[in-house]
């Protein structure tokens, strides 16, 4: 069980809008630590998708975004399209045991 | 361009030490402020990281695997390398290499494809 929380799966037919959330606690989301998102594309090494919190690397749409209030975090995309089907991992570091945490991800499929 | 480069044998036999080394291209494993690490990926579970070491040559690893794991560098070679001992099938997993980069805070943003590391009684 992660310590970071997310839902096992999301689901939005085409052009609709989805968020996955990442639940943490006081030791690291609510921590002042930031948040960072990967995309994993079936049989692929995880690709950045967000950092910082709410920061979209070179090349990342922005129908993808990002938020943290208190000890959660959430990533939004809007207007689905069927490349956006892929597992989705939150990422943080918890201050309490000196490591990186990653949610146990979130499959996300579009109808 | 920053390319990482995970190799070593797919097949560790149950008990012994698995071997694994990353290669960087198209940058310096001598960077000021970053940090090199390994994550792995069981068999349709997710991410979990192992271990990174900083520029300083501080290393910190998952606690839950301490006790296993021991990564080193080469900076000649411009790689890094990850030995996890007395392995158990629970070790199976998809093992990726991965920068973190810094900017007040860090994040990974250069993964290696994986290497498919099984272990076998």
């Known amino acids: 069980q992660s310590v970071l929380t997310q839902p096992p799966s999301v689901s939005g037919a085409p052009g609709q809008r989805v968020t996955i959330s990442c639940t943490g606690s006081?030791?690291?989301?609510?921590?002042?630590?930031?948040v960072h998102w990967y995309q994993q594309l079936p049989g692929t090494a995880p690709k950045l998708l967000m950092y910082?919190?709410?920061n979209r690397p070179s090349g990342v749409p922005d129908r993808f975004s990002g938020s943290k209030s208190d000890t959660s975090a959430s990533l939004a995309i809007t207007g689905l399209r069927a490349e956006d089907e892929a597992d989705y991992y939150c990422?943080?570091?918890?201050?309490?045991?000196?490591?990186?945490?990653f949610g146990g991800g979130t499959k996300l499929t579009v109808l | 361009q920053l390319q990482l480069q995970e190799s070593g044998p797919g097949l560790v036999k149950s008990s012994e030490t698995l071997s694994l080394t990353c290669t960087v291209s198209?940058?310096?494993?001598?960077?000021?402020?970053?940090?090199w690490g390994w994550i792995r990926q069981p068999p349709g579970k997710g991410l979990e990281w192992i271990g990174s070491?900083?520029?300083?040559?501080?290393?910190y690893y998952n606690p839950s695997l301490k006790s296993q794991v021991t990564i080193s560098v080469d900076t000649s070679r411009n790689q890094f390398s990850l030995e996890l001992s007395s392995v158990t099938a629970a070790d199976t997993a998809v093992y990726y290499c991965?920068?973190?980069?810094?900017?007040?805070?860090?994040?990974?943003?250069?993964w290696g494809k994986g290497t498919t590391v099984t272990v076998s009684s």
């Open positions: 991965a920068r973190h980069e810094y900017i007040g805070y860090y994040y990974m943003d250069v």
């Open positions: 198209g940058g310096s494993l001598s960077s000021s402020s970053d940090c």
């Open positions: 070491f900083y520029h300083s040559g501080s290393t």
């Open positions: 006081s030791s690291n989301i609510g921590g002042g630590y930031d």
């Open positions: 910082g919190n709410n």
């Open positions: 990422q943080s570091y918890d201050g309490r045991s000196a490591s990186w945490l």
